[in-house]
Nanobody, 123 residues
Framework: QVQLVESGGGLVQAGGSLRLSCQAS????????MGWFRQAPGKEREFVAR???????YYADSVKGRFTISRDNAKNTVYLQMNSLKPEDTAVYYC?????????????????WGQGTRVTVSS
């Protein structure tokens, strides 16, 4: 199986930037599409971004133009570059691995999950 560990979260002011990393161990990351999700208190986990095995990217409307997902298979790592952060981006961010090919935005279809890293954006 795959173990995923997120890092890079923290406290930033609105308009600032953070770069989240998701380091994988176990099976090679190249076998999976990878996604980033986030969950704020009292809300359901929501889709943020997805990158396929060949590098095609997809984004939630709320983060288009501000966030960039990328992968480095040689380092077994996925990144989420977050720019122009807003207070509504405050959440715990999770990376996840998907063995399927369905281009899904549903958390239920992702097989492996990290523990999450907390992002807080102040106003």
């Amino acid at each position: 199986q795959v173990q995923l560990v997120e890092s890079g979260g923290g406290l930033v002011q609105a308009g600032g930037s953070l770069r989240l990393s998701c380091q994988a161990s176990g099976r090679t990351l190249s076998n999976y599409a990878m996604g980033w999700f986030r969950q704020a208190p009292g809300k359901e986990r929501e889709f943020v971004a997805r990158v396929t095995r060949v590098g095609t990217t997809y984004y939630a409307d709320s983060v288009k133009g501000r966030f960039t997902i990328s992968r480095d298979n040689a380092k077994n790592t996925v990144y989420l570059q977050m720019n122009s952060l807003k207070p509504e981006d405050t959440a715990v961010y999770y990376c996840a691995a998907d063995a399927g090919y369905s281009n899904t935005r549903s958390p239920s279809t992702y097989e492996y999950w990290g523990q999450g890293t907390r992002v807080t954006v102040s106003s």
